[in-house]
């Protein structure tokens, strides 16, 4: 059975850091792309950051500098470390594996609340 399960969500102040983490189960994250996306309210789901089967990381305009994509292929987890943490980074943050056109999982959300 395929899931994807994240975790790390947190109200925090400006400025400060997450890590994001999205355990695998049931594929292999090694063999696809994995994205985190996040949702904020009233917005269009957006892309935050990709890993590839190739280790090529790409970042959105909006976070590059402050947030790094990685995966542990032992744990079959993939890791958002976000640091530097702004207001606009509220939102709800999703994990996507992808591979090819027609294959994709999602996970089920972690909220992340920047306030100070």
């Known amino acids: 059975q395929v899931q994807l399960v994240e975790s790390g969500g947190a109200l925090v102040q400006p400025g400060h850091s997450l890590r994001l983490s999205c355990i695998a189960s049931g594929f292999t994250v090694s063999r696809y792309a994995m994205n985190w996306y996040r949702q904020a309210p009233g917005k269009e789901r957006e892309l935050v950051a990709t890993?590839?089967?190739?280790?090529?990381?790409i970042y959105a305009d909006s976070v590059k500098g402050r947030f790094a994509i990685s995966r542990d292929d032992p744990e079959n987890t993939v890791y958002l470390q976000m640091n530097g943490l702004k207001a606009e980074d509220t939102a709800v943050y999703y994990c996507q594996a992808r591979r090819g056109i027609s294959t994709s999982y999602w996970g089920q959300g972690t909220q992340v609340t920047v306030s100070s």
């Open positions: 890993i590839t089967s190739s280790d090529n990381t």
